[in-house]
C-alpha cells in the first residue's frame, strides 16, 4: 500500500496492467452486478437534473423503471446505487449499432449536452473507492468480465493508474495524480533492480 494525502493506494493499482477492451467484453460491466453502480449522494441530484437530456436515448424498460422507483436506489448495504433493469442492465445503459452496452450519460456528455460525464464510479472502475473515517482506500476490484482489459493492457504495458489518469485527476486532483507517477516508478525502478 501507498499513502498519498488522505488515501492509501493499493500496490495493485500500480502494478496490473488494464486497457477496456470493448470489443471483446461488450459493455458487460454496466449490465452484470447485483447492483447498480456506486453514486456519490450528490451526483444523484446531477442525474435526476439531466434526465431530460438522456430519456430518449433509454429502453422503454429502463424508463419505466425510473419512472416507477428513480434514477437511484440504496442497496443493502446503504449504498446509493444506479436503479437497473431485471435485475441487471444498469437504467443509463443503451446498445450502439454493434450490441455494445454503452453509457447514455457519457454519450450526452460527450455530444455537448451535458458537463456531467458519468459517475465517478463508473469513470474510475476498475478501481473501487471506500471511504473511512480518516482516509480512502483506493483499490483494484477484480471482475471476470474484465479479463480480455487485463489480456490487451498486459499487449499495452498500461498500467491502471495510467490508463486511468483522467478520473484519477477528476477525483483527487492533479498534484495527488503526479505524486502517485512519481511513487509508481520509484516502485517499478526498484522492482527491476
Known sequence: MIQIGDTVVSL????????????????????????????ERE????IED????????????????IEAQG?????????MVTSIVNGKDCVFTYYDDNGICKCSIEKA???GRVDFYKPVSCHLYPIRLHKYKDFTAVNYHRWQV?????????EKGLSIYKFLKEPLIRC?????YNELSLVAEEYNNTKQK
Open 12 to 39: 495493485e493499482v500500480i502494478e496490473q496492467k488494464f486497457l477496456c477492451n470493448l470489443s471483446a467484453c461488450r459493455g458487460e460491466c454496466c449490465v452484470e452486478g447485483d447492483s447498480g453502480a456506486p453514486l
Open 43 to 46: 451526483e444523484v441530484k446531477i
Open 50 to 65: 439531466l434526465l431530460p437530456e438522456v430519456w430518449a436515448d433509454l429502453s422503454p424498460k429502463a424508463q419505466e423503471v
Open 71 to 79: 434514477v437511484a436506489y440504496e442497496d443493502e448495504d446503504g449504498d
Open 109 to 111: 456528455h460527450r455530444e
Open 146 to 154: 474484465c479479463d480480455a482489459a487485463l489480456v490487451l493492457g498486459k
Open 172 to 176: 483527487f486532483g492533479e498534484n495527488w
